[in-house]
């Protein structure tokens, strides 16, 4: 046991693995090995898909080879939403929960990371930080729920006369079940077509979007602008943490740039017989789900594919640290972007905000986004080797662009799809699950790179600048 606790404290992200892969292997045990949570006793669901489905939801990442509704009982789903708050809020809690069960004899500098990361004042704060992350949670999901059930029942009769439910529970369910997975990224719905029956409607597209962004932004932001309540009007920016601004900034203008190429892009696609109230909720709407949440009030698939290269651009970058979303992130996008402008400018350091990045977390964010980059890469040639002959043939563009979709979709943890999910070869399932993962570990990763301390090299030779450009 010793040992094991050594090696958990010496390499946190073990612990990390172990809680997802645990998380994800339980959930398939119990969606294959209980008959009660298939719909359909008769049709009961495969090891493959059971896993599948638990992968998708412990890594909220919602993509799905089994209709949610219909292939799984009440049981099945409350198993699902279960796993996407399990791991929704694992990412916000697990480093955590290593700090203060096995690291309480020493390592002040990982305890600092910790409270640093997550937003806390102090080390002091460690403690509570855990208490913290769960009210948040409970408190956005409790607001969503209210809002969307006080809907759903407001509007019962209009709904189940289109089949969205059969009774008031029902609906009353499908807000609890809609809520979590929102505020969690997951994109997990109790329909087929996700939330487009409800895309003209204001109320579900910003309570859903409200809840996305929030758990999006990540603790630590939330934290910090809770704390800035307290502070003057006049210097609530000025008192923010730099990390905080960034991510204020970089989520308002990648919402912008994605809300303005989805009206440009769609005008005479998706959009063309939408009239314009409509047209500015989905194009809203498809800005903020591409944050990595997974829902959809448009169908993908009829997306151009202009509109799909930028919906994976912005599920790349994803959400922000510590949240419940994925990506490599938007404040590593900031910072690789800073970097580069100030390279341009011939600026040897990156200032902002008065206040200069240190060049570790310049490196830090060209590992992260190289790496996901890597990954998606190796990822996507395996899946168009084994899918292509679907085609019939090795050249087509459209299943190129469905399985690159696909890919960012995976290992940004969103969810979205063109439809490829449910078509996908066994090997090409298994390669998307080892995605899902790897995208959920991926912050966690993050945090151990900070915890270690920085290896000093014994020999140092001389320098040689190759060219660059």
């Keep these: 046991m010793p040992q094991l606790v050594g090696s958990i404290n010496q390499y946190p992200g073990r612990a990390s693995l172990t809680w997802y892969a645990a ?179 204001l109320v579900v597209n910003a309570t859903i979007g409200l809840l996305i962004v929030i758990g999006g932004l990540g603790f630590p932001v939330v934290n910090d602008l809770w704390k800035s309540r307290k502070r003057p009007a006049a210097n609530r920016w000025s008192g923010l943490q730099l990390h905080t601004k960034i991510m204020l900034i970089g989520t308002g203008v990648l919402l912008v740039v994605g809300f303005a190429s989805f009206l440009a892009l769609e005008h005479d696609g998706v959009l063309v017989d939408d009239p314009v109230t409509t047209r500015v909720l989905k194009a809203a709407f498809h800005s903020i789900t591409c944050r990595t949440a997974g829902f959809n009030t448009v169908e993908i698939a009829e997306l151009t594919n202009a509109m799909l290269f930028i919906s994976v651009l912005l599920m790349m970058i994803g959400a922000g640290p510590c949240s419940t979303g994925g990506g490599f992130k938007v404040s590593t996008a900031a910072i690789i972007t800073l970097r580069a402008w100030a390279t341009f400018q011939g600026y040897a350091r990156v200032n902002l905000f008065r206040r200069t990045l240190p060049p570790e977390s310049v490196e830090r964010a060209v590992a992260t986004a190289m790496l996901f980059v890597g990954v998606a890469a190796v990822a996507l040639t395996g899946l168009l080797v084994i899918e292509q002959s679907a085609f019939g043939h090795t050249g087509s563009a459209g299943l190129f662009m469905e399985t690159l979709f696909e890919t960012i979709s995976a290992l940004g943890t969103v969810g979205l799809s063109t439809g490829l999910t449910v078509d996908l070869k066994p090997a090409s399932r298994a390669i998307v699950i080892v995605l899902m993962l790897m995208g959920r570990l991926g912050p966690i990763t993050t945090f151990v790179a900070l915890s270690h301390s920085a290896r000093n090299e014994r020999v140092e030779y001389p320098t040689e600048e190759p060219l660059v450009g």
């Design 23 to 201: 998380l994800i292997l339980v959930g398939f045990a119990v969606l294959y090995f209980v008959p009660a949570c298939a719909a359909d006793p008769a049709a009961p669901i495969t090891a493959l898909d059971a896993l599948f489905t638990s992968t998708s939801a412990s890594c909220v990442t919602g993509l799905i080879v089994r209709s949610t509704p219909h292939d799984f009982s009440l049981l099945g789903q409350a198993v699902i939403i279960a796993l996407v708050q399990l791991g929704g809020i694992g990412i916000m809690t697990v480093t955590t929960f290593i700090v203060v069960q096995f690291d309480r004899s020493g390592s002040l500098r990982r305890r600092k990371v910790v409270a640093e990361t997550l937003g806390a004042g102090d080390q002091g704060d460690i403690r509570r930080i855990l208490r913290n992350v769960l009210v948040m949670t409970g408190l956005c999901e409790a607001v969503g729920f209210a809002i969307l059930c006080a809907y759903n029942l407001a509007n019962y009769e209009h709904y189940a006369e289109e089949g969205l439910w059969a009774s008031q529970a029902d609906a009353v369910w499908h807000a609890l079940f809609h809520s979590i997975s929102a505020f969690c990224n997951a994109g997990f719905a109790l329909h087929d077509q996700s939330l487009m029956p409800f895309a003209d409607s």
